[in-house]
């Protein structure tokens, strides 16, 4: 806190930028990483190429999805329940 | 005596000297007491016990076996990280209650029968409720209310059950459940009001929010792990456990979604958490159960973290809702890193406590092949780290500067997470102190290349969902309806109705009996004989040809003489033949 200006590092614009760059290529790196793994297939459908991946992937988009869809019934204001 | 003395008497007795102590001596003798328990704990041999007999029953005070300890290590560690975290406050009551609270789990994990154990359960419900009203808000009273009448419910069915099975079987004693009968659906279900499982679960993210700073720290770990405790020492193999367990790790990540405030955010992620460990219990193999028991500890350990992380804004900033938060890594950098760590040993990240337990648990469906479940526990696992691995500490420490510059948490609070923090990285790193006091033996390796290469790939495409999610996932200043909405909502209606009903039938028998019937009667004692004279009378005089103002003035004459007494002799004994006469005819 000695320093004349504040630590904003993470509100600049160029950081962003660079955590999105690191961000894409570790996704990158962990699909590519599934050539080197020879995983033992339980189901068989966990053997696929990217398997983890794209369960993360779908799995994440669809629960954001759905709690959207359903927050337009849910939500309600902050004082609802003082009515 | 050390073999046999019930760890839970240290803490209940020890409450009561808490105001004997004054200023800072309050606050080490409250980090004392649960170091005792713990040291006593570690000294307990596995098959040791303490009975009482009592109205005929063999209490058991203190039955230790393998999963008893595990829990009461993590219990009394828990409260030494909370006290360290507490040593600002001053409150007696919150001092008080959070002993007794802590007391009471450790006796119910000791306890060895149904009668103590269900003493030691209430005794929770009610030393927890103090805690959410401590916070002195009228919000906090409303849900401390609504707090212990859902347990009360809980309580009662649990009693039932607990009757029900003793008469049945013709013993006190508390161990796994075969038979599924009333008896024991009845102990089921009180157990998982305390589960919090769906619909019976809205008490948690409804109290726990409200309570004070460090009770949200307190209340995070007892209460719902008391409950899987109880799960796996009554219910292991309850197959409907599985669906429940299942049901319970999405709907909290939903929920935790939509939520705007930090701290609701983190109690809908505890009844994610705890789906994990209800499941292992459903599956009820060794592997799983010793994934449920491991889960639960590490668990415990991290969710207070996130709690304390949480509580350190709270107490600085005095809001904890996202929209009002933004911007605190500049101020409050300390806060983030160890809140970074819970959130990261939440998620399951590789190299934290999450992964070395949590895995077990998703293992145990994997060996009992059991597909479905599986996929939901990825999935689930996926959803966690988007809701209170990335979420939380997004919200409250990037996104946009509110331009808040609260400055950081004191150093007892710091100290308290940092520890937390360390066991969080240790038992992830080298699980194998955990592993060995689980109750069955663990032969496992969680850091193999594939599995952490698997997880890595989950973890970071969730990420990557989140952020390019973002403007959905945009903060709004709402709360969101849960199954409370039918005792709260609910409640007022029931309310209506029976108001509307019940002062209406009110109503109406007033003015059948009050005004109407008792009126007539009061009117007809007053000049009945009078009114019962004049019908002859009046016939007489129609037949005889009266009409019109002659005839009221007849009437109206012997009407006051009637009533005065003041008749002529004949008309008396005229209207008394004409009665004879009408009966004569009649019958």
Known sequence: MNQ????????????QKKLWIILYIACGLLIVSDFFTHRHSYFGIDS???FYALVGFASCAVLILFSKLIGRVLKVKEDYYDK | MINNFPPAAILILGALFVPFFKSKAKNWYVIILPVAAFYLISQLQVGSSWQVHFFGYDLTFLRVDKLSKVFGYIFTLNAFAAFIYAFYLKDNTQHIATLFYVGSALGVV????????????EGMAVASTFLILARKTPKAQAAGMRYILVHMFGGLCLLAGIVIYITQTGTVTFNAMTDQNLGTCLILIGILVNAAAPPIHAWLPDAYPEATVTGGVILSAYTTKTAVYTLVRGFPGWEILIVIGCIMTIYGIIYALMENDMRRILAYSIINQVGFMVTGVGIGTMMSI????AHAFCHIIYKALLWMSAGSVLYMTGKSKCTDLGGLYKTMPWT?????IGALSISSFPGTSGFTSKSLIIDGAIHEHLVWVWMILEIASAGVFLHAG????YFVFFAKDKGLRPGETNKSMLLAMAFMSFMCIFLGVYPQPLYNILPFDVHYQAYTFNHTIAQMQLLMLSALVFFLFLPLLKRTETISIDTDWFYRK?????????DKSFNGLNKSCERIFVNGFTGSLTRFSKDGKARLALIPLVSLWLLTGERGKKLEMKKTKVYTDLLK????????AAVAAIFIMIIFFLS
Request: aromatic content about 26%; proline content about 5%; glycine content about 16%.
């Open chain 1, 4 to 15: 004349k200006k504040e630590f904003d590092y993470f509100d600049r614009p160029e950081t």
């Open chain 1, 48 to 50: 696929f190429f990217g």
């Open chain 2, 110 to 121: 000791f306890s060895g029968d149904l009668v103590s154990f269900y003493f030691f359960w």
């Open chain 2, 290 to 293: 010793n994934g449920t028991v």
């Open chain 2, 336 to 340: 983030l890193i160890f809140g970074a």
């Open chain 2, 390 to 393: 990335i979420k939380f500490p």
């Open chain 2, 490 to 498: 609910g409640g007022q209606l029931f309310f209506r109705i029976m």
């Open chain 2, 565 to 572: 007494g003041t008749l002529p002799v004949g008309i008396g």
